[in-house]
């Protein structure tokens, strides 16, 4: 069983900067668990379901952006911490939303639906004003 906890979300003006975190937690993997598994991020937009925003592979070597955040966002991930980061810069109203790390076992790392993913974390809200 795995468990992604976030963290790093809160309340910014518009331009500004945010940087979330992903912790992979699990009582089986010796402390590996976020190496064994391709990792992302989703974001709950409202009246449009879930919408991806970025991908990572599980060496970090391989990364996916969505168009709407391609730019001003980027994904990274510390394996030795079991972490995964989403560092948001030039932050948008429209990006408010309440952020979601995914984990994935499926191969390779262009995973952009909701399915591909098998764990999903509880989120985190990011406000941004205008």
């Known amino acids: 069983q795995v468990q992604l906890v976030e963290s790093g979300g809160g309340s910014v003006q518009a331009g500004g900067s945010l940087r979330l975190s992903c912790e992979g937690r699990?009582?089986?993997?010796?402390?590996?668990?976020?190496?064994?598994?391709?990792m992302g991020w989703f974001r709950q937009a409202p009246r449009k379901g879930r919408e991806f925003v970025a991908v990572?592979?599980?060496?970090?070597?391989?990364?996916w952006h969505a168009d709407s955040v391609k730019g001003r966002f980027t994904i990274s991930r510390d394996n030795a911490r079991n972490t995964m980061y989403l560092q948001m810069n030039r932050l948008k109203p429209e990006d408010k939303t309440v952020y979601l790390c995914?984990?994935?076992?499926?191969?390779?790392?262009?995973?952009?639906?909701?399915?591909?993913?098998?764990?999903w974390g509880q989120g985190t809200q990011v406000t941004v004003s205008s």
């Open positions: 990572i592979s599980r060496t970090g070597s391989g990364t």
């Open positions: 995914v984990a994935s076992i499926k191969g390779g790392y262009n995973l952009t639906r909701e399915s591909d993913y098998g764990y």
């Open positions: 699990t009582s089986s993997d010796h402390g590996r668990i976020v190496s064994n598994y391709v």
